[in-house]
């Protein structure tokens, strides 16, 4: 089955500053692979996702690269605000055609400093 | 705009006991998923439906069956239940044409 691997598990930034977040994944049949955040005790709630045939996509503070060949794929953060502390979750899965339920890396805690 | 409905929202069982966990997706949602997550841990996918039928199985123990009816909505039985089931349930729906899940907001269930 699917493996994703996220990195680093703790992430401090000062705010304004960048976040970086990578995940790497091990099944080549993956092709959907979306970003969510997670506040303490909610649900998780999706900021981006990218799409294999795409290599890079971008919204507002948010973007995400993806590399197929390497199986990994990154979330930027930029101008980091305090509401932007939260654990973030990469994901990945096959999609089309069935209803693959979504492998989960194991989180970055991302901390805002103010 | 509509969103996932999950109920209850906390439960608290003993040892043994059964539980039933509902989820009523997002209106023309036609795919439902549920996900276990514990403390400090990732979502576990444990199994999803598409149109009433099993579509995808993850580390669902055998303890536990859901299924979809024909109103989209879905239920999660668990029975002779662990201390180790005690964690945040979370259902995810999705329109087939679609990819993203939106999740609900989860049931917290306690095993005491």
């Known amino acids: 089955g699917e493996n994703v691997e996220q990195h680093p598990s703790t992430l401090s930034v000062q705010e304004g500053d960048s976040a970086v977040i990578k995940c790497t994944y091990s099944d080549s049949a993956s092709n959907y692979f979306p970003w969510y955040k997670q506040e303490l005790g909610k649900r998780p709630q999706l900021i981006i996702d990218i799409r294999s045939n795409v290599g890079e996509k971008k919204d507002q503070r948010i973007a995400v690269t993806l590399n197929k060949t390497a199986k990994h794929f990154s979330l930027h953060i930029t101008e980091t605000q305090p509401e932007d502390s939260a654990v973030y979750f990469c994901?990945?899965?096959?999609?089309?055609?069935?209803?693959?339920?979504?492998?989960f890396g194991k989180g970055t805690h991302l901390i805002i400093q103010p | 705009a509509a969103g996932v409905i999950q109920s209850p929202r906390h439960l608290i069982k003993e040892k043994r006991e059964t539980a039933t966990l509902k989820c009523y997706p997002i209106?023309?949602?036609?795919?439902v998923y549920w996900y276990q997550q514990g403390p400090g841990q990732d979502p576990q996918f444990l199994i999803s439906f598409y149109e009433k039928m099993q579509s995808d199985k993850g580390s669902i123990p055998d303890r536990f069956s859901a299924q979809q009816f024909s109103d989209y909505h879905s239920e999660l039985n668990m029975s002779s239940l662990e201390l180790g089931d005690s964690a945040l349930y979370f259902c995810a729906s999705r329109r087939e044409s679609q990819e993203t899940q939106y999740f609900g907001p989860g049931t917290r269930l306690l095993v005491l």
């Open positions: 994901a990945a899965s096959r999609s089309g055609g069935g209803a693959d339920g979504l492998t």
């Open positions: 209106p023309r949602h036609d795919t």
